[in-house]
């Protein structure tokens, strides 16, 4: 996994990532109030409609 990260104008985090999803490699990218919130949201944004965050797993 790659991942880029930087600040917006308003003192939002930004996150994009590149990360495996059932053997593809997706972009994902979101803000947040910091990474780690930015990183789940763009998780969650790119899951919507392929089930839970529970059936994610780190490898």
Same mark, same amino acid.
């Not at 803000?31 to 919507?48: L, R």
């Given at each position: 996994?790659?991942h880029?990260y930087?600040?917006? +104008?308003?003192?939002?985090n930004? %996150? *994009? $990532? ?5 053997? @593809?490699?997706?972009?994902?990218? +979101?803000?947040?109030?910091?990474? %780690? *919130? $930015? ?5 969650? @944004?790119?899951?919507?409609?392929c ?9």
């Open positions: 996994m790659t880029r930087g600040s917006t +104008a308003d003192d939002q930004r %996150i *994009s $990532a590149d990360v495996r999803f059932n053997g @593809e490699i997706r972009e994902i990218e +979101a803000t947040g109030n910091g990474p %780690i *919130s $930015a990183f789940i949201d763009a998780i969650a @944004e790119s899951a919507s409609g089930g839970s965050l529970a059936t994610w797993r780190r490898r």
